[in-house]
């Protein structure tokens, strides 16, 4: 879980509207416990009520925010990069810091017109500093009113994020479209494989777990220029080199793409400097002889299914 649970987060103006309804409501709520007071002590026990509770609820809904919203440099970097993807992260951090100053800002002012209140002899003097407390409160929230709506669309962004399970023993499959990646993926970890919907994409993230114990990763695409890939791509490829801790890597004989240019990927995912696996599918459709040929060819080319989690669960054992 990235995010702790913070709700929507509002805007500028319904925060203010949020904040001021509050504390008009506390002041009703004072106006009756200082019934048969002097006018000023009424009015001073209003207007102080009133002040307080707009200070604490905006650090009430600041802290929330600040305290849910998980820290940068503490999570993975297939989380850093994810987000990267989409938000500039430090202009994040900024505006975690603008709430943090926010709040700091509003309750220097409460303790400055707090201070007047109580000082001020004449009631009639009172409410002019409330007002000014409600306009400078005001334009505070409005100066952050873009931290706001940028946390909301990161806090909207990391709610549908693909739940990756970064602690655990994770498995990419690699190779050129149609090797037979997602079908292998389904006959691993069961028919359906655990979909995660990624936002603003029709394109889906495969994932899939095998027997509670190991997370394997469909990676669409061919993965050869990063700036190219699509979203699920970038998601499927940050996987792999962040999270994953073994890469399958699928020949295919039948050849859907040239052997040429899947050797030229596998030289490619080598230079991740990770447990390399190499699968054949479609074995079914190819001679004993191809395939002895290839088994010679390829070193540790595992055929099959079963021999092919038998050394996935090995090296899980031993990683
Ligand atoms: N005969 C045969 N066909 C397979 C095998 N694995 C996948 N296919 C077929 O190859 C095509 C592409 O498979 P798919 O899993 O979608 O490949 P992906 O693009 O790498 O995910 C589909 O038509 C599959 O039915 C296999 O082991 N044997
Ligand atoms: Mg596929």
Not at 62 to 77: E, T, V, Y
Not at 271 to 289: G, H, Q, T, V, W
Request: aromatic content about 10%.
């Amino acid at each position: 879980m990235l995010l702790g649970k913070i709700g929507k987060i509002s805007s500028y103006t319904e925060t203010v509207d949020i904040v001021f309804r509050h504390a008009n409501k506390a002041a009703e709520e004072e106006r009756e416990k200082v019934k048969g007071k002097l006018r000023i002590d009424k009015s001073r026990g209003i207007e102080l009520t009133r002040i307080r509770t707009v200070t604490s609820e905006l650090n009430r809904i600041a802290d929330r925010i600040i305290k849910n919203f998980p820290s940068f440099d503490n999570l993975n970097m297939f989380y850093q990069e994810m987000l990267r993807l989409r938000f500039d992260t430090e202009q994040i951090k900024k505006s975690l810091g603008a709430l943090q100053w926010m709040k700091e800002t509003v309750a220097r002012i409460e303790r400055e017109v707090g201070r007047k209140i109580k000082d001020e002899k004449s009631f009639r003097d009172i409410n002019p500093f409330r007002r000014q407390f409600y306009a400078r409160v005001d334009s505070i929230v409005k100066k952050v009113a873009s931290d706001f709506i940028l946390l909301e669309k990161v806090r909207k962004y990391l709610r549908d994020m693909p739940v990756l399970k970064e602690r655990m023993f994770t498995v990419s499959i690699v190779g050129f479209p149609n090797v037979g990646k997602t079908t292998l993926l389904s006959k691993l970890t069961g028919s359906t494989p655990e979909i995660s919907p990624i936002p603003f994409t029709t394109q889906r993230l495969n994932l899939g777990y095998y027997k509670k114990l190991i997370q394997f990763v469909d990676t669409p695409g061919t993965l050869h220029h990063f700036e190219e890939m699509n979203e699920v791509e970038k998601l499927a490829y940050l996987a792999m080199k962040y999270v994953s801790h073994v890469i399958v890597y699928i020949y295919d004989a039948t050849e859907p793409y040239p052997w040429t240019q899947q050797e030229a990927l596998d030289t490619e995912i080598k230079k991740l400097n990770k447990p390399l696996i190499y699968f054949l599918s479609k074995d079914d459709l190819l001679s004993a002889e191809k395939i002895a040929e290839l088994k010679k060819n390829i070193k540790g080319l595992i055929i099959g299914q079963e021999e092919l989690i038998q050394k996935v669960e090995e090296l899980e054992r031993n990683i």
